[in-house]
T-cell receptor, first 116, second 116 residues
């Protein structure tokens, strides 16, 4: 089964600083990878996805992620943090279910705090 | 564009009571998923429907849990004889078959259950 590991349950950066959230995956097949963001008491919103096209994926709100097969990583970055980026971020990998449909397997999440 | 809708958003109940959550997916989405998210954790897969057929259930879905999607549109998740360990956010998500190829999901805002 596919899985993801998010390194660091809590990341704190200053406003304007680089954001780097780490995700490593385990997959026996070429993976589909996702980053979702969750604001307090809300559902998950898709930030970006890797589906075997370009290895550098651009998403919403200035975020991007690079798929590195040799490192089995899919780290999320943003050059300059904004206060509104404070949220919980989840990395996910697609896993084929019993009936062949894909379902998402999520990491434990990384809480991003932005300091003024 | 209406997204995935969940009701109620919050439910507080006493241990031993039954609760039911409803999910209305995006109208053209034939795939519907339920996930559970406990505090500080990533969402965990519970079950999946394609149209009205329930195609996969997680081992997390004990016999106190039942999910239905009678006409292939909205879905309900019922928990019987609730326990304190059932306290969590219950997330519904949907997708089209094309999106389902990669596993991309669209999430609702969740139904938060507190069992006293």
């Amino acid at each position: 089964a596919q899985s993801v590991t998010q390194l660091g349950s809590h990341v704190s950066v200053s406003e304007g600083a680089l954001v780097l959230l780490r995700c490593n995956y385990s997959s026996s097949v070429p993976p589909y990878l996702f980053w979702y963001v969750q604001y307090p008491n809300q559902g998950l919103q898709l930030l970006l996805k890797y589906t075997s096209a370009a290895t550098l994926v651009k998403g919403i709100n200035g975020f991007e992620a690079e798929f590195k097969k040799s490192e089995t990583s899919f780290h999320l970055t943003k050059p300059s943090a904004h206060m509104s980026d404070a949220a919980e971020y989840f990395c996910a990998v697609s896993d084929k279910g019993i009936q062949g449909a894909q379902k998402l397997v999520f990491g434990q999440g990384t809480r991003l705090t932005i300091n003024p | 564009d209406t997204g995935v809708s969940q009701d109620p958003r919050h439910k507080i109940t006493k241990r031993g009571q039954n609760v039911t959550f409803r999910c209305d997916p995006i109208s053209e989405h034939n795939r519907l998923y339920w996930y559970r998210q406990t505090l500080g954790q990533g969402p965990e897969f519970l079950t999946y429907f394609q149209n009205e057929a329930q195609l996969e259930k997680s081992r997390l879905l004990s016999d106190r849990f039942s999910a239905e999607r009678p006409k292939g549109s909205f879905s309900t998740l019922e928990i019987q004889r609730t326990e304190q360990g059932d306290s969590a956010m219950y997330l519904c998500a949907s997708s089209t078959p094309v999106q389902g190829v990669t596993g991309e999901l669209f999430f609702g805002e969740g139904s938060r259950l507190t069992v006293l």
